[in-house]
């Protein structure tokens, strides 16, 4: 059996070099259950190539997804799956959006990656093993104070009330708070140093799976927002470069 690294990265950029295929075509935009929570015909496409994939090289394994759910199989091993992450980046043509796929066996995350097509930027990580930015090993910044922090946060527009108090607070403290759309990207970038600070509420597994990993493997820290080990599904998630991780917690913490 291959190594799940080795299938994700090759799975991760089939998938994104359909995607950049289909943005050129009628994209079949619809809502889902809110105003502004969009996807399109490229989502559906994505995730059946990707699962399709996964499923003949590792046809016990369970997969779980955006768009579909839950495909049973093994729980020794799970593959976590966002098949277009920033959809509405993707609809309108802003490059930040990706492909991320994690993988889990016994219960551990062990693999990932997140491809941005657009950009031609690939950021995989296995455990132990340290994280990667296409053939170059990458590590999280060396910032040690909030003041001097480039910061990024996340929300559904119909969310803001979630987050709005802490926007303004942290912008009060970072030297700049950056809103991206696309988890995945926000949490790459945090591995590879271009950002120093993310906090987010209400993510799912597959928004934070492989970014996860790659901010351990890079030298960083996540946790929930109060400080608290995190787990996929927390309703809230902090990662930061470790250095400025009790500081921004802090300050979260007092505008909560």
Known sequence: MRR???LALEVAREAGALLLELQRRPLGIREKARRADIVTLADGASERLIVERLR??????????????????SALERWIIDPLDGTTNFAHGYPLWNVSIGYE???ELVGGVIYAPALD????????????LNDAV?????????GDALTCTGFHPANFSRNGRQ????SDHAQAVRRDGAAAIDLAYIACGRFDGFW???????????????????GGKVTRIDGNAYALGDDSILASNALIHEELSSVL????
């Open 167 to 170: 926007f303004a607070v942290v």
């Open 138 to 146: 990458i590590s999280v910044s060396r910032v040690e104070r909030l």
């Open 121 to 132: 930027e690939c950021f995989s990580a296995e455990r132990g093993s340290g994280a990667r």
């Open 200 to 218: 987010e509420f209400d993510l799912p597994a597959w928004d934070v799976a492989a970014g996860i990993l790659l901010i351990r493997e890079a």
């Open 4 to 6: 799940p690294l080795e």
């Open 56 to 73: 003949a090289a590792h046809p016990n394994a369970s997969i779980l997804t955006e768009e579909s759910g839950l495909h049973e199989g």
């Open 253 to 256: 913490r007092l505008s909560g």
């Open 105 to 107: 066996r016994e219960g």
